[in-house]
């Protein structure tokens, strides 16, 4: 999908998709394509979702995407693209608790979401959205984690919005 949105597309779209998969896997393999259909990586643009919240409570703002998150780590490809990103060991432990809907949740890492989302007070925020740049999102794409301030995360992140 990747390499064929690098020789055809202006762009590409990623959820769940964190920095360190977006720098080794994502940039890599639109370029090598791109490359070698002899365009270049100017006008291309990769767009990374990143699930943000301007908060004093990090353990709520966890566990309410915790809650969002089951799903992806059922289905094929998002479990191939979480273990190719170092997360084996959570999916592992979503694994082992099937059937235990609480435990499903908790087996969704604290060091993945940290990974994942932009989440703290404003330097955090503003900090976990460049992580994404740096690691060559384009545009990375702040979105509302739930039960959290939303208006107040765009604010932190855009100052003067």
Same mark, same amino acid.
């Given at each position: 999908?990747?390499?064929?949105?690098?020789?055809?597309?202006?762009?590409?779209?990623?959820?769940?998709?964190?920095?360190?998969?977006?720098?080794?896997?994502?940039?890599?393999?639109?370029?090598?394509?791109?490359?070698?259909?002899?365009?270049?990586?100017? /006008?291309?643009?990769?767009? &990374?979702?990143?699930? *943000?919240?301007?908060?004093?409570?990090? $353990? +709520? !703002?966890?566990?309410?995407?915790?809650?969002?998150?089951?799903?992806?780590?059922?289905?094929?490809?998002?479990?191939?693209?979480?273990?190719?990103?170092?997360?084996?060991?959570?999916?592992?432990?979503?694994?082992?608790?099937?059937?235990?809907?609480?435990?499903?949740?908790?087996?969704?890492?604290?060091?993945?979401?940290?990974?994942?989302?932009? /989440?703290?007070?404003?330097? &955090?925020?503003?900090? *976990?959205?460049?992580?994404?740049?740096? $690691? +060559? !999102?384009?545009?990375?794409?702040?979105?509302?984690?739930?039960?959290?301030?939303?208006?107040?995360?765009?604010?932190?992140?855009?100052?003067?919005?």
């Amino acid at each position: 999908m990747l390499g064929l949105a690098g020789e055809i597309g202006d762009g590409v779209m990623g959820w769940l998709c964190n920095p360190s998969y977006i720098r080794d896997v994502v940039v890599p393999a639109v370029r090598a394509r791109r490359e070698h259909a002899g365009h270049t990586m100017e /006008v291309f643009e990769i767009v &990374a979702a990143v699930p *943000g919240a301007l908060t004093d409570d990090l $353990a +709520g !703002a966890y566990e309410a995407i915790r809650g969002e998150l089951p799903t992806y780590f059922s289905l094929p490809f998002y479990r191939t693209m979480l273990e190719n990103s170092g997360y084996g060991a959570d999916i592992a432990a979503f694994d082992a608790a099937q059937g235990d809907a609480a435990a499903m949740r908790q087996a969704i890492s604290d060091d993945f979401l940290d990974a994942l989302t932009a /989440v703290g007070d404003e330097p &955090a925020v503003r900090s *976990g959205v460049e992580r994404y740049r740096d $690691a +060559g !999102a384009t545009v990375p794409c702040v979105g509302p984690i739930s039960r959290t301030d939303f208006d107040a995360t765009l604010r932190a992140r855009v100052p003067g919005r």
